[in-house]
């Protein structure tokens, strides 16, 4: 099988780059090759690869500018997904897609489930969930899996941030008062590719009855707080952490107050999923 894997640069690309390897030829690209603002250079790309399969874990992600920059948000994140997901369907290929927690409100407590209401806050997941609904729209089959509060050990995310400031200051105040899973950009990787090994050597029945939605999120709860003094505590740092409410940090880009995710449709249906605490001390020991 080959595989067209775009984003390859970015933390989950960089991690589905080596999580994939058994499962076909994984033809890689980036921003470089594959500008997903060029919506001529994806269909372009994608007709000269001729893959049986898209993956593609790129997007626009820069939450707060996204609300500046509504265009390029949707031309990313909505836009060009269903540019790749009209290409697929006419190759008789398949797409595997991510999306987020940010299209849910997140105005109530608990986990969300895969058919509850979105109703995005931000503009960020309001292109996240058009990327959603065209890939549904052109009837390809695909996958997509929502995660949450992604980081890693490369890139630009929370966790790396963190560490770096712990080094530059005696004291951080982070907010306390939003909730979710941090998930490992290797977790979604090594999930990816577990499903799509049980997908391999089944045809569209296999897609049929297993395709759609499914959220991608490690188990449990915390804030942006409690992952600070976790990540701290992990990595032996003596910073303090002060919890601060949402209204203390104000930022362009609302978010929801609740972003948990309920991935129990996946672990039913493919394999378990880690607590957040036990993918974080993989992540920083490995």
């Known amino acids: 099988m080959k595989i067209l894997l775009t984003g390859a640069s970015g933390q989950v690309g960089h991690e589905l780059e080596r999580s994939l390897q058994g499962l076909g030829e994984v033809v890689t690209v980036d921003r470089g090759g594959m500008a997903l603002d060029d919506l001529d250079q994806v269909r372009s790309v994608i007709r000269a690869v001729r893959p049986q399969l898209i993956v593609n874990p790129a997007a626009y992600t820069q939450v707060d500018k996204a609300e500046s920059d509504s265009a390029l948000a949707y031309r990313v994140n909505a836009e060009a997904p269903g540019v ?61 899996f929502r995660t949450s509060w992604v980081y890693g050990m490369r890139g630009k995310n929370f966790l790396l941030t963190m560490l770096r400031l712990a080094q530059e200051r005696d004291e951080l105040r982070v907010v306390a008062d939003q909730h979710g899973a941090p998930t490992w950009s290797r977790t979604i990787a090594d999930t990816t590719a577990l499903v799509l090994a049980q997908a391999r050597g089944h045809g569209a029945e296999w897609w049929q009855d297993n395709g759609g939605i499914y959220h991608l999120a490690s188990r449990g709860e915390t804030t942006w707080h409690g992952f600070t003094q976790a990540i701290l505590a992990q990595a032996g740092r003596d910073c303090r952490v002060l919890p601060i409410s949402s209204a203390e940090y104000p930022v362009p880009a609302k978010r929801p107050q609740f972003s948990m995710l309920d991935s129990g449709k996946l672990t039913a249906r493919f394999c378990n999923l880690p607590s957040w605490q036990e993918a974080l001390r993989l992540c920083m020991t490995s």
């Open 84 to 144: 790749m997901a009209e290409e697929a369907k006419r190759l008789g290929a398949a797409l595997v897609h991510y999306s987020t927690d940010y299209v849910f409100p997140g105005d109530q407590p608990g986990a969300r489930r895969e058919d509850d209401a979105t109703g995005p806050v931000n503009v960020y997941g309001a292109s996240k969930l058009a990327g959603e609904q065209a890939i549904a729209a052109s009837g390809v089959p695909h996958l997509i």
